[in-house]
T-cell receptor
């Protein structure tokens, strides 16, 4: 049973560029959440997707957008990259229980470096 | 405004002894709490959770205690093993939903053989 997978593992971009990160949820999961983890800090919630719609959003600017596909996989897009966007981006999947999310399982993350 | 805080960035414990990791929160709307463990180059792994209607939850060597009046929770690991060495994050959510997790900054646990 494959867990949560993310691609790519590492990515280097320059300021102003755009980036797309990808996530495949654990088998049987239908909800995907994205988190940003800066160095030495805990993960911060970006947003959550369920039924191809953004269900909840954390305190992140509109430069951060996402998408969920019919197979439940998801993408995180960041436009106009800033140096401060350098972080580990974590995807977590879970099973929706009538609007409540069951335990979230995390992927290994994508390390984004913005130069 | 850090709503979930782990005030000890690191903790060192001898193998076989008890490890106690602490977490404080400020938002009284939080009613579901979780602990995750993270090894380098891996994503956080779920350990144990507790709902605000309970004050204790046990799973093998791991026990989480919740003190709602003090807005404090702790994770006890007994006995500690070298393989427990990792960064531990506490997380909280509202409405028992677990949808949007708010994480603390993490505590690095080192269990010495």
């Amino acid at each position: 049973d494959a867990g949560v997978t993310q691609s790519p593992t590492h990515l280097i971009k320059t300021r102003g560029q755009q980036v797309t990160l990808r996530c495949s949820p654990k088998s049987g999961h239908d909800t995907v959440s994205w988190y940003q983890q800066a160095l030495g800090q805990g993960p911060q919630f970006i947003f959550q997707y369920y039924e191809e719609e953004e269900r909840q959003r954390g305190n992140f600017p509109d430069r951060f957008s996402g998408h969920q596909f019919p197979n439940y996989s998801s993408e995180l897009n960041v436009n106009a990259l800033l140096l401060g966007d350098s972080a580990l981006y974590l995807c977590a999947s879970s099973w929706d229980l009538a609007g409540h999310t069951d335990t979230q399982y995390f992927g290994p993350g994508t390390r984004l470096t913005v130069l | 405004d850090q709503q979930v805080k782990q005030n000890s960035p690191s903790l060192s414990v001898q193998e076989g002894r008890i490890s106690i990791l602490n977490c404080d929160y400020t938002n009284s709307m939080f009613d579901y709490f979780l602990w995750y463990k993270k090894y380098p180059a891996e994503g956080p792994t779920f350990l144990i959770s507790i709902s605000s209607i309970k004050d204790k939850n046990e799973d093998g060597r791991f026990t989480v205690f919740l003190n709602k009046s003090a807005k404090h929770l702790s994770l006890h690991i007994v006995p500690s093993q070298p393989g427990d060495s990792a960064v531990y994050f506490c997380a909280a959510s509202r409405d028992n939903a677990g949808n949007m997790l708010t994480f603390g900054g993490g505590t690095r646990l080192m269990v010495k053989p």
